[in-house]
């Protein structure tokens, strides 16, 4: 297996639970219907013919090919099936019972939210009371169909990226649902995997690039050369590499952070947003909160980090960019151009599932050094502060943006809500 000393990998195990078409799964069980039979659609909106499918139970994806995404005219004109609106605050208080369930395996810094459907838990310190990680996984997926009713499927693997490709590529075609894989079974696993886009962390583009370069399997990329992809791609493409290779250092309770103070918001989505314009009003409406932060606290950021994560039915982990700026600055509008830029220059279509978005590298705001272009007509910060007072007096949906009355909003939802609510879950 090349140059890598697998026996100084770190060795963690690693539970990666996927719940099988969870919304529709959920409204299978509200009705006693067997989620595995059912015939169920969620939509966004019955009202709208274009409103877009939520989830569709197994039943319709094989019968019927309608998966989330498709559009509600597209769902044929059968008795057999069931089109219901979807019922967050049940989506949340089941996905509640799931997490309860979850804190009898692992502590609470072990556990990782991937999206309302998916998460990682690290049992490393747990699996003496199990047995061995298999038996572990038997019976939480046991639990979880006992307790709450729906079918899960679990990956299990000696790190995250190892146990989230045992979940993509064979637990969900087991007939026990549950695959283990490990740093041994690399070569007959991860290098196995036939394409490079069914390979978790390689989208549209990174195949592009890779294809250039002769690589077409994942083996291909396992095998190149590191010191080229690290030439090529710089410290991206080497990950890439020892991806390819099933390594993977990250653990789940010692996320990556900012050490300096920072200001931050999250989201994790209720539904998956495709459209370019939907997506940009969540985000907007993020800047928009955490830059009226930053003012009133008086502080100017230097640097920046966004976070965008795809559905889980994309094999991808999405994007994570961090930049510095070249002026301090607490002003929405520039702040936020500086987000529209990451995120279009990145963002291929992907089905977009959770964002946070944080203002990092923080400074005093002592006052502002005009240049000539301020002078000239730059009147943004007397705006934000305008904006910022009326919010302050008269609550936060006294000034708003007319994108905010579109349909992918969340704005007013979340502005009558605490730390929570029917459409999202927040995370602060």
């Known amino acids: 297996m090349g140059n890598i000393n697998y026996n100084k990998m770190p060795l963690r195990y690693i539970l990666c639970v996927d719940v099988k078409s969870f919304f529709a799964s959920v409204e299978a069980v509200r009705r006693n219907i ?7 659609i969620v939509v966004s909106d019955l009202a709208r013919p274009g409103a ?16 989330t995404g498709n559009r509600k005219f597209e769902i044929p004109n059968d008795p057999k099936l069931m089109v219901v609106n979807p019922s967050m605050s049940l989506y949340l208080e089941v996905n509640r019972q799931i997490n309860d369930i979850f804190q009898q395996y692992a502590a609470d810094e072990d556990i990782l939210v991937y999206s309302i459907d998916e998460s990682f838990l690290d049992i490393t310190s747990t699996v003496h009371f199990f047995g061995d ?30 146990a989230k490709l045992a979940l993509d590529n064979e637990s969900k075609k087991k007939k026990s649902q549950i695959a283990y894989w490990s740093y041994e079974r690399v070569p007959e696993t991860v290098w196995k995997i036939p394409n490079l886009r069914d390979f978790w962390g390689i989208s549209k583009g990174w195949e592009r690039r890779f294809h250039k370069l002769g690589i077409r399997s994942i083996y291909t990329l396992a095998h190149f ?22 390594v993977d250092y990250s653990v789940i309770s010692q996320p990556v952070g900012q050490k300096s103070k920072s200001y931050s918001k999250g989201q994790v989505l209720m539904r998956d947003y495709f459209v370019k314009e939907e997506i940009l009003t969540i985000m907007d409406e993020m800047i928009d909160e955490v830059t009226m932060r930053l003012r009133r606290n008086r502080r100017l950021c230097t640097g920046i980090g966004f976070y965008c994560g795809y559905s889980s039915t994309v094999n991808h982990p999405g994007i994570h960019v961090t930049k510095r700026l070249k ?5 929405t509008a520039s702040i936020r151009e500086l987000f529209h830029s990451i995120f279009l220059r990145h963002w291929e279509g992907e089905p977009v599932r959770q964002f946070n978005i944080s203002l990092n590298d923080l400074v005093e705001d002592s006052g502002q050094q005009l240049s000539i272009f301020d002078y000239m007509g730059n009147n943004n910060r007397a705006v934000d502060h305008v904006i910022d007072e009326i919010r302050d007096r008269f609550g936060k949906t006294a000034v708003f943006k007319g994108h905010s ?7 007013f939802d979340r502005s009558q809500k605490v730390g929570g609510h029917t459409g999202i879950s927040e995370v602060k």
């Open 133 to 162: 990680p298999g038996r572990a996984a038997v019976r939480l997926r046991d639990q979880i169909k006992r307790e709450v009713g729906l079918n899960v499927t679990i990956g299990i693997g000696d790190n995250p990226l190892l």
């Open 405 to 411: 009355l579109t349909e992918g909003s969340t704005f």
């Open 327 to 331: 002026v301090a600055s607490n002003e």
């Open 34 to 40: 067997d989620p595995l039979e059912a015939h169920i």
């Open 52 to 67: 877009v499918v939520l989830a569709s139970s197994p039943k319709v994806k094989s019968e019927y090919n309608i998966k």
């Open 225 to 246: 050369d590191p010191d080229v992809l690290h030439d090529k791609f710089g410290i991206m493409g080497l990950q890439q590499y020892y991806h390819a290779n099933g």
